[in-house]
């Protein structure tokens, strides 16, 4: 039984891990999945938020943002729409992302795309919680 799989997350930008992990929870969209080594294969919807995952014995963590996660025989592989390390959140960018998205939520326009402002919204809030969760 192997003791650990490769953890690979890419945004269509850039490549952002490549590690060998023991463990990982990752934020689908119908919930926290908790993969270890030789987990069953499966294909999944990502969400919203933080992914942690345990690499030579240390707890380490980034946040993701919808895409899909592909679990192969230790192999996991997550293409997310954005992610990003937590250390490197703009915390006023998401404020500032978080009142736009409300503000296009509340008003009363016909040309604002809700389920857009919805899903930005939802962005701006997990990061600004992760952000608390780290600290
Ligand atoms: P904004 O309206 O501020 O651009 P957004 O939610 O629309 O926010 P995304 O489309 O999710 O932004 O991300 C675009 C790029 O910007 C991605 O590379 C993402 O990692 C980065 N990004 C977005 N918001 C932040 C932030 N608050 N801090 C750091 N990087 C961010």
């Given at each position: 039984m192997a003791s650990t799989f490769r953890l690979e997350i890419a945004t269509p930008e850039r490549p952002l891990l490549n590690k060998?992990?023991?463990?990982?929870?990752?934020p689908a969209e119908t919930g926290y999945l908790g993969i270890l080594p030789d987990?069953?294969?499966?294909?999944?919807?990502?969400?919203n938020g933080l992914l942690r995952y345990k690499t030579?014995?240390?707890e380490e963590s980034l946040i993701v943002h919808e895409g899909f996660i592909e679990v192969l025989?230790?192999?996991?592989?997550?293409?997310?729409?954005?992610?990003?390390n937590v250390s490197d959140?703009?915390?006023?960018?998401?404020?500032?992302?978080?009142?736009r998205a409300l503000e296009r939520l509340t008003i009363n326009v016909d040309d604002v795309d809700k389920a857009r402002a919805k899903r930005a919204l939802e962005r701006a809030e997990s990061r600004l919680s992760a952000i608390k969760s780290v600290h």
């Open positions: 060998e992990v023991s463990e990982a929870q990752i987990h069953a294969p499966l294909l999944a919807e990502l969400g030579g014995g240390k025989p230790n192999h996991v592989r997550i293409l997310a729409t954005a992610a990003e959140i703009d915390v006023k960018r998401a404020e500032a992302a978080y009142e």
